[in-house]
């Protein structure tokens, strides 16, 4: 059973910065598609990035695109999502999510292992 545990969620004002990170227990993580997904308050599950097994390739949601960096440590088996000028509509708990196909989607039906989630909230 592979677990995924996110860490670095809170409260930050807007305009500040988050790094989240998500620790996976499987030794197999540096094999797998990772990805970010948020859902805020009474909205749908959305996708925010993606990173491939090797960090070389990348994939962002329109919304978070151009202040966000995903990244990983296969290593550390941690995938990262650093957010930069946080907007109150940046607010959602915040999900990281192991691909089972490979490959750089949105579609949340792909990914098979979730964490419990990190719970963002960006004051204005």
């Known amino acids: 059973q592979v677990q995924l545990v996110e860490s670095g969620g809170g409260l930050v004002q807007a305009g500040g910065s988050l790094r989240l990170a998500c620790a996976a227990s499987d030794r197999t993580f540096s094999n797998y598609v990772m990805g970010w997904f948020r859902q805020a308050p009474g909205k749908e599950r959305e996708f925010v990035a993606a990173i491939s097994w090797s960090g070389a390739n990348t994939y962002y949601a329109a919304s978070v695109k151009g202040r966000s960096t995903i990244s990983r440590d296969n290593a550390k088996n941690t995938v990262y999502l650093q957010v930069n000028s946080l907007k109150p509509e940046d607010t959602a708990v915040y999900y990281c999510?192991?691909?089972?196909?490979?490959?750089?989607?949105?579609?949340?039906?792909?990914?098979?292992?979730w964490g419990q989630g990190t719970q963002v909230t960006v004051s204005s």
């Open positions: 999510a192991r691909n089972r196909f490979g490959r750089l989607t949105v579609r949340d039906s792909e990914y098979d292992y």
